[in-house]
C-alpha cells in the first residue's frame, strides 16, 4: 500500500458535481492498494496514519497525532499512485491491485482508522472525482507498506 498524507485546513471531494466527503482540520488521505497487499497492511497504514506527529505543538515542533488533535480524514482511493514511468511518458499501471482486490482493502483501511477513532469521510471508489485540498505548511508524508 501507498499513501500520500497531507495534513489540510479543510478538504472536500464531489462527484458529479455532487459532495461526497468533506473535513475540518486533519488528512487527506490518497490511497493505493498494490498487488498482493494484505489486510495486515491496511492495519498497519491506519496505525502508522492516526499516530503521524506532524502537528505542531506551543514551540511549533511536530508533536501532535491526528488522534491528539482531534482532526479527521478524508480518504481517497488513488489507484494511480502505482504509476511506472521508468519507461516512457505514459504510465504504466500494473503494479496497482486490480479493483476487486483493492476495493476490499482501502475498506478495511478506512474501517481500520475509525476503529483508532478518527473520523473518516470517502470518495467514491473508482469514480472520477474533484479533490479540494487546503494543504496546512504544507505538510505532505508519502507511507508505504509492501
Given at each position: 500500500m501507498r499513501a500520500v498524507?497531507?495534513?489540510v485546513k479543510k478538504a472536500s471531494v464531489k462527484v458529479d458535481g455532487k459532495?461526497?466527503?468533506a473535513i475540518g482540520k486533519g488528512f487527506v488521505v490518497l490511497i493505493a492498494v498494490k498487488r498482493g497487499d494484505t489486510e495486515e497492511y491496511a492495519r498497519w497504514m491506519a496505525h502508522k496514519i492516526a499516530n503521524l506527529r506532524v502537528f505542531p505543538d506551543?514551540?511549533?515542533k511536530f508533536n501532535?497525532?491526528?488522534l491528539d488533535v482531534g482532526g479527521e480524514a478524508l480518504v481517497v482511493s488513488q489507484?494511480?499512485?502505482?504509476g511506472d514511468i521508468r519507461r516512457g511518458f505514459r504510465p504504466?499501471?500494473?503494479?496497482?491491485?486490480?479493483?476487486?482486490?483493492a476495493e476490499p482493502l482501502i475498506?478495511?483501511?478506512?474501517e481500520y482508522l475509525k476503529e483508532k477513532g478518527v473520523p473518516v469521510q470517502t470518495g467514491v471508489f473508482g469514480a472520477?472525482?474533484?479533490v479540494e485540498i487546503f494543504n496546512d505548511g504544507p505538510v505532505t508524508i508519502i507511507l508505504e507498506k509492501g
Open positions: 498524507v497531507q495534513r459532495e461526497v466527503g506551543e514551540r511549533g501532535f497525532s491526528l489507484f494511480t499512485l502505482y504504466s499501471f500494473t503494479e496497482a491491485a486490480p479493483p476487486q482486490e475498506e478495511k483501511f478506512v472520477m472525482m474533484l
